[in-house]
């Protein structure tokens, strides 16, 4: 079993930054990646971006790339997501999530936390 704690979340202004953290316990030793996802009030949760453990391939949704930046600390276990330039529209519940077998399919959550983007 793997268990993930996110934090970081918040309120923020448009066009301001926020750094979510995500670490991860339990046996980490059979992280393959780590993702976010987030969800909107009325919307369905949406893929955010994904790193592979080996931290050598990073994939993002369109709607975030060159905003958002994932990273991962090996030594900490621990995964972030960089967030730029927020918008308005990137109001949700960000959940972490770790993949531990293949790497797209996500076995592990966290509980979430909220960003707040004010226009």
């Known amino acids: 079993q793997v268990q993930l704690v996110e934090s970081g979340g918040g309120l923020v202004q448009a066009g301001g930054s926020l750094r979510l953290s995500c670490a991860a316990s339990?046996?980490?030793?059979?992280?393959?990646?780590m993702g976010w996802f987030r969800q909107a009030p009325g919307k369905e949760r949406e893929f955010v971006a994904r790193?592979?453990?080996?931290?050598?391939?990073?994939y993002y949704a369109d709607s975030v790339k060159g905003r958002f930046t994932i990273s991962r600390d090996t030594a900490k276990n621990t995964a972030y997501l960089q967030m730029n330039s927020l918008k308005p529209e990137d109001t949700a519940v960000y959940y972490c999530?770790?993949?531990?077998?293949?790497?797209?399919?996500?076995?592990?959550w966290g509980q979430g936390t909220q960003v707040t983007v004010s226009s």
């Open positions: 999530a770790a993949a531990g077998r293949l790497a797209g399919v996500y076995e592990y």
């Open positions: 339990g046996r980490t030793f059979s992280l393959v990646a």
């Open positions: 790193i592979n453990w080996s931290g050598d391939r990073t």
